[in-house]
């Protein structure tokens, strides 16, 4: 596909990402985070990832698990590090070790929980949520992050669809 035909991709995916952009500003108002400015990120984070797991629906559901198994991550890496709280300084850094452990052994599952680079990914997004969105609680952090996972998907499974139909139409 000479270049004439090919930009029409990346105009019809910024054209995508301009309309999700326009949605987060409408939506991030009535999250039951006060004073955010909006949460895109973690949409393009995932959106990025459907394709980094295959362009396919069960690329899109690994990554949605992945992200449900980075937030519980996170969560236990949270919880253990407070039972561990009379260790000081190493009461993180142990309950990272601990947890990540598994974490990195979900590759072997070789099911829809295997997409270990979306449990990273999750799980850093979950800690930025705690750490830098005044208000944050877990609860919220984890329902507002699956939401725009799955906005990303939803996002990724259109690119990749339109572009098929794209592709087929000028071949």
């Known amino acids: 596909m000479d270049f004439k035909k ?8 910024g054209f995508l990402a301009c ?3 326009a949605l987060d500003q409408l939506i991030s108002p009535y999250l039951p985070i006060a004073g955010n400015k909006g949460f895109g990120w973690v949409t393009f984070q995932a959106w990025a990832m459907y394709f980094m797991a295959g362009c396919t629906l069960k690329g899109g559901a690994r990554t949605f698990l992945g992200y449900v198994m980075g937030i519980i991550s996170a969560i236990l890496i949270i919880k253990l590090a407070g039972v561990l709280g009379s260790a000081g300084f190493w009461a993180v850094p142990l309950a990272v070790f601990v947890i990540v452990i598994p974490m990195c052994s979900m590759e072997r599952a070789h099911s829809l929980i295997d997409f270990v680079p979306a449990l990273f990914v999750s799980s850093a997004v979950f800690f930025a949520f705690m750490n830098y969105i005044p208000n944050a609680t877990m609860g919220t952090s984890a329902l507002i992050i699956l939401l725009y996972c799955a906005i990303g998907m939803v996002y990724g499974i259109v690119t990749v669809w339109l572009r098929g139909l794209y592709e087929k139409a000028v071949s």
């Open 6 to 13: 090919f930009i029409v991709i990346p105009i019809f995916i």
């Open 19 to 21: 309309t999700f952009v």
